[in-house]
């Protein structure tokens, strides 16, 4: 048996705790970067507040108490890019060819400015030129009146689009005949929704944020809060300050996760004071959860075996509302103990340590994000932990629960109103019923899909509503070409992007309000909604004069598209975008749960949208929980590139630093991870650099493995020894995004796999010694 550790202990890049001092100085530092200063103060005293708008951030939930943190030095830093006073209008696309820009950094991009004007791309020019908004609209008309089929349309979403825009947008893309809505979240926590809808009947999390004051244990896997959803610091730091215990699941030494200091708590901040954030802290190797969370089963079995202790299993709860569970136990048994070690990169006390914690804790509350969504064998990796939950009863009862901690701030907002290429029957019935035409039955586009419709020339137009599809999607080189084979694209944008770049035979860019922004229509100021994690739903308006009288709202953007190729079919898209209390009213008619949605929104804070599972109301077939039976995989990797394996071969994630939202790069410092100003650098376990013969510091390209032929590699990345198990490494997202086939995807969620790419390494050119 191999009991030993992959990973070093490696002193951490950064020694102060995360939050603290250093958030504080990198707030006020982007703050007076936007050029925007004191209009940027009112927007952050106005972030997440009763009257303000919706932090663009993330979609961590909003804490009732007035003393917890409302607004976070990321959430600040998305705030400061989005109401910067810097304009890229007619006169900078005039000054600027395609292929001068193409060779620009993303962070350069988006850096110039929000986007004032539409514009139509000019292939003799090789430029963006002004165009009116009626002409882009009848553009687009013309083109999807043109196509053979409704089918050859790709309507994607990013995950910032408000409730109302999301609604309208795919009420839009169903009347004209598709269900392609192929959206970010394809490629985010799809893993997330098919393995909750098809184990406990709702693809949501089960957990409110007020179940995290009872928690006794909380587990985190795979996600970087630190970076990513800081507020949700504060509420780790509550639980273990009270007592409750918290794991942490994750093969790199995140410092939110180690330590925190509450920037806005003066006593911590005058003191220097800060929290320990976690009981114990485990670093798995890359895709070994799975294992893991087995591994905590089966010592729970052993103890239950030797102990006989009825509490350790939550018998009735077994009984009444599973069903499999036997079945997967005894998968569990025949499981060695040996394949749980090898696969998982910890050793045996480090299992039966944290299972230790889940034994002992009445209630228990599991987190994750996209380090367990973005793996090949993604689904089996929750379906083990949803199962785990069900054998002590975790799953709704107050204190206990499942939380997928979800990215973009609306996107569990999009799915609840239709933006999902695989919609349910009751949404179609719903639609059909009230609008009084027939929708799409048959399955539409995700997102890898999408491109690989696009790049055969089934599909002919794509619209983008936010997001940056070329540089978020794997493959990039084959992405590209993809968009590049298209009668049309068009992106409906707040900043430059590389997405904007690589046009169709034509393209459009329509620039749209933010969050921020005030959006003025015919009768007023209008609000938009929003859901968070916790599937509590409320209103969002901005506060910010917009900095040109031509950008649009999102949804008079998809108002005037749906005009101008349905004229007036199903509805009167111009009049219900006077008000959105009408697009509010059409939703209470169509989506359940939101029933008289307009006058809901009024109260502080908005509403619970309410959650079946929570209330052991299982929508599944047979009306539990199903337990569902996977064996541990042979290899993490898809056979594609396993078979293709050797000694030197290792397994890459590609992750966010501490200055970037997905695509959009704020700087370029990782602080946490102590990277300053670069962001072409692989973190490596210092025992691999020698093992491979390279040195820290040196330039090396990488290249996966896959077995289509063809090369995907980048090229000169700076080695960094990191505490990261052997053979684990990590590098950014998107530069890293050439490296993903677009065929490695996870099973039945189609989610790129970005967290487990094999590659290999080599010397980069300039690097050696001739
Ligand atoms: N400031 C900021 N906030 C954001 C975003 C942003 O880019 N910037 N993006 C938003 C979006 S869309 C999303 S989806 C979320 C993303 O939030 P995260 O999921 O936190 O984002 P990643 O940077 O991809 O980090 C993945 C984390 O999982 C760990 N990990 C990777 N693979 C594994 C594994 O196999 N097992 C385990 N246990 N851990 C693993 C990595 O070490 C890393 O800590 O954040 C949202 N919030
Ligand atoms: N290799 C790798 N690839 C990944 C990931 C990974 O971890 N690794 N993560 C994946 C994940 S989790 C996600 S969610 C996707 C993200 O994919 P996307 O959501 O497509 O990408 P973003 O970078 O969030 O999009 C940024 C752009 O959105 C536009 N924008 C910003 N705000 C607004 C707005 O309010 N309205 C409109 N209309 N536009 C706006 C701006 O023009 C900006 O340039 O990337 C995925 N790709
Ligand atoms: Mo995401």
Redesign the pocket.
């Known amino acids: 048996m191999s009991e030993k550790k992959n990973s070093t202990d490696l002193p951490p890049a950064y020694k102060a705790p995360a939050g603290g001092w250093g958030a504080l100085e990198s707030t006020t530092r982007h703050w007076l970067n936007s050029k925007n200063a004191v209009k940027n103060i009112k927007s952050l005293l106005n972030t997440n507040q009763d009257n303000g708008f919706d932090c ?1 951030g993330c979609a961590w939930g909003e804490e009732k108490n007035p003393n917890k943190i409302k607004f976070c030095e990321n959430g600040a830093k998305a705030v400061n890019w ?1 109401a910067t006073s810097k304009q890229v209008g007619a006169d900078f696309f005039q000054q600027y060819s395609l292929s001068w820009l193409r060779e620009q950094s993303n962070y350069y ?2 850096y110039q400015g929000r ?1 004032t004007h539409p514009m139509r791309y000019n292939p003799e020019t090789d430029k963006y030129q002004p165009i009116s908004w009626d002409d882009a609209f009848g553009l687009i008309g013309s083109h999807l009146k043109q196509l053979d089929h409704p089918d050859q349309l790709e309507l ?1 979403t ?4 408000s409730n109302e ?1 999301a609604f309208l947008y795919q009420l839009f893309g169903r009347s004209f005949g598709t269900n392609n809505f192929p ?3 394809n ?3 799809e893993a997330s929704g098919f393995a909750l809808t098809s184990s406990i009947g709702v693809g949501k999390g089960t957990v409110t944020l007020e179940d995290f004051e009872e928690a006794d244990a909380i587990f985190v896997f795979g996600q970087n809060p630190g970076t990513n959803h800081p507020r949700m610091l504060d509420t780790l730091r509550s639980a273990i300050k009270r007592g409750a215990k918290i794991v942490i699941f994750n093969p790199l030494k995140e410092r939110g996760l180690e330590k925190f200091q509450h920037p806005q708590n003066p006593i911590e901040m005058l003191t220097n004071n800060a929290t320990t954030m976690h009981s114990i802290y485990l670093s798995p190797k890359l895709g070994g959860d799975m294992a893991a969370i087995r591994g905590m089963v089966k010592a729970l079995l052993e103890t239950y075996d030797s102990s006989h202790d009825d509490t350790l299993i939550d018998q009735a709860f077994i009984a009444e509302h599973t069903q499999g569970m036997a079945a997967y136990l005894d998968g569990v048994r025949e499981t060695s103990w040996d394949k749980i070690i090898d696969q998982s990169g910890l050793t045996r006390d480090e299992i039966n340590s944290a299972a230790r914690i889940y034994m002992d804790a009445d209630k228990v509350i599991s987190t994750w ?2 380090g367990l ?2 793996h090949h064998h993604s689904v089996a990796i929750l379906h083990e932990l949803i199962n785990w939950m069900a054998l002590r009863g975790n799953i709704g009862r107050p204190g206990a629960g499942l939380c997928p901690v979800r ?2 701030s609306n ?1 569990q907002g999009d799915r609840t109103m239709g933006i999902d290429e695989r919609p349910s029957d009751t949404l179609l019935d719903a639609l059909e019923a009230h609008f009084n035409i027939p929708m799409p039955r048959q399955h539409g586009h995700s997102a890898v899909e999408a491109i690989d419709a696009m790049r055969s020339g089934a599909c002919k137009v794509f619209i ?6 070329a ?4 493959d990039t080189d084959v992405t590209e070409h993809a968009l590049s084979q298209c009668d049309l694209t068009v ?10 770049l690589i046009t169709g035979k034509e393209a459009l860019i329509l620039p ?4 921020t922004d005030i959006d003025r229509q015919a009768k007023g100021p209008q609000k938009i909604t929003v859901e968070d994690s916790f599937s509590m739903v409320h209103a969002s308006a901005g506060v910010l004069e917009p900095s040109s009288a031509e950008m649009r709202s ?1 949804p008079a ?1 998809i108002a005037g598209i749906a005009h101008a190729v349905l004229g007036t079919k199903p509805i009167d898209w111009l009049s219900v975008i006077e008000d959105y209390s009408a697009i509010r009213a059409l939703i209470a008619q169509t989506i359940p749960g939101f029933s008289e949605f307009n006058s809901k929104i009024e109260q502080p804070g908005g509403f619970y949208l309410g959650n079946s599972a929570r209330k052991r109301d299982w929508a599944t077939q047979g009306g539990k929980v199903i337990v569902h039976r996977h064996p541990l995989p042979d290899s993490i990797l898809p056979d594609r590139s396993s078979k293709l394996l050797h000694n030197k071969t290792l397994v890459l ?4 630093s501490h200055d970037q ?4 790069i704020y700087g370029m410092n990782d602080r946490y991870r102590g990277i300053k100003g670069e962001r072409d650098i692989l973190f490596i376990n210092p025992a691999d650099i020698q093992r491979l013969g390279f040195k820290e510091g040196q330039l090396v390209d990488i290249k996966s493995l896959w077995d289509d032929g063809r090369t995907r590699e980048v090229k000169g990345f700076k080695l960094i020894g990191y505490s990261i198990p052997a053979g684990n490494i990590a590098a950014y ?2 530069e ?2 050439p ?2 086939p677009l065929d490695s995807y996870g099973v039945n969620s189609r ?2 796999t ?2 487990s790419i094999a590659v290999e390494l080599s010397a980069h050119q300039s690097n050696r010694i001739l």
């Open positions: 663009p989005e991009l988006e986007l994607y990013s995950g910032r689009a825009a959206d970010c979240s490629m985010c926590h994000a996209m969504t973005q990215g973009h996107v983008g509503l936010g997001g940056n599809f540089a978020a999607s794997p992106h409906i944008s707040t900043k430059l992007n590389r997405s904007h749209c309000l933010g969050r999102e953007i994630q590609t992750l966010r939202y997905n695509t959009t997202y998107p890293t995004n490296l993903v989610t790129p970005s967290k």
